[in-house]
């Protein structure tokens, strides 16, 4: 059994992948932009949003970087809570973790309050021992650095946490931090793109995780 369960959280717990998708469509047409534009976008999602910026307007400058950052996060912003729904079977995997003792956390990309709003809208916060956020760490997924503050905030050894997520960022995060990881299909990505990233499991969703995160390295799901 792991002891410590690192969760990205967009795609990953809350089925944000369409709605955060569908903000990026409304600045591609708000700014009147390629179409093509979307498709490279998309695939971003779970990297901090400059980054993001850099990726898709490599030509642009940072004023204008920042303008459809802002411009992104003010209609994401508006309606956080409802391009975040739970996942099926979240709550029941969550409170089986905690019945077992395991120790649950979130790194992610996101900006933490916004996280936070959304665990106390749907009453989660409790089931969490911490949460990294984009401003918590100075270097982002694919870095390992979310996962060794987490690794020494929880004084858990890397051999006993797992890190699940549904984007290559975020297996490539566990694999630099030399962490086991769950590879879920229910985001962005692909289950090819994410077998790229070589993690130890890839499923479906939650209700697959969980028998993993209970049963250690002892079997697959």
């Known amino acids: ?35 093509t534009i979307l498709d490279e ?21 940072e004023e204008y970087w920042l303008e459809v950052a802002t ?10 809570i409802e391009i975040c729904p739970l996942f099926p079977h979240l709550i029941s995997m969550l409170e089986r973790l905690k019945r077992e003792a395991i120790k649950i956390t979130i790194a992610s990309s996101k900006r933490r ?25 100075a270097n982002h997924k694919p870095h390992p650095e979310s996962v060794f503050q987490t690794l020494e905030k929880m004084s858990v050894q ?20 030399g962490v086991d990881a769950i590879g879920v299909t229910t985001g962005i990505h692909t289950a090819e793109i994410l077998a790229r990233s070589e993690p130890k499991y890839i499923v479906r969703g939650l209700e697959e995780v969980l028998p ?5 390295r002892l079997t697959a799901a």
């Open 113 to 137: 309050y916004l996280i936070q709003t959304v665990l106390d809208h749907h009453n989660l916060s409790h089931y969490f021992n911490l949460v990294v956020g984009a401003q918590d760490v």
């Open 158 to 177: 890397a051999k006993d946490a797992v890190v699940i997520g549904d984007a290559s960022y975020d297996l490539d995060m566990a694999r630099n931090a």
């Open 71 to 80: 411009r992104y996060r003010a209609i994401y912003d508006s309606q956080a």
């Open 41 to 61: 976008w998309k695939n971003l999602v779970g990297v901090p949003l400059m980054r993001q910026m850099e990726i898709i307007f490599p030509d642009k400058s």
């Open 1 to 35: 059994m792991y002891k410590l369960a690192i969760f990205d959280f967009d795609g990953t717990l809350v089925d944000s992948a369409p709605g955060i998708v569908d903000v990026m469509r409304d600045c591609v047409e708000e700014y009147k932009l390629a179409p």
């Open 212 to 216: 993993i995160i209970l049963n250690g």
